[in-house]
């Protein structure tokens, strides 16, 4: 093997495992930063700063209550109310 595909190897293995770590971590919010669902697909976007876009956003969102679970289904994004245990079982508060 090569050197250069020897560190190609080591650089996919930690990338798919930075990966997987932050998906099971759950969303990273930061100051700036949006997840826009579209088209069944989930995607970051960073905001355009100024108060009229903040405003005009918050003009339009709603509160999203603790407990609420985000999931997919055929290509859908579903919300419902409750907590899953550590091994993924899901229950109503």
């Known amino acids: 093997m ?3 595909f020897k560190t190609f190897t080591a650089a996919a293995v930690f990338v798919a495992t930075a990966t997987a770590a932050v998906a099971q971590g759950g969303f990273d ?7 826009v669902y579209s088209s069944g697909k989930t995607s970051t976007m960073q905001v355009a700063q100024g108060d009229r876009n903040h405003q ?10 603790a407990n609420t679970v985000f ?6 994004l579903y919300s419902t109310h409750g907590m899953l245990d550590p091994t993924g079982n899901f229950y109503i508060n």
Do not use: D, E, I, L
């Open 2 to 4: 090569t050197r250069s």
């Open 29 to 35: 919010f930061a100051p700036g930063m949006a997840f």
């Open 56 to 65: 005009s956003m918050m003009r339009h969102a709603t509160k999203v209550p």
């Open 71 to 76: 999931f997919m289904s055929g290509g859908q």
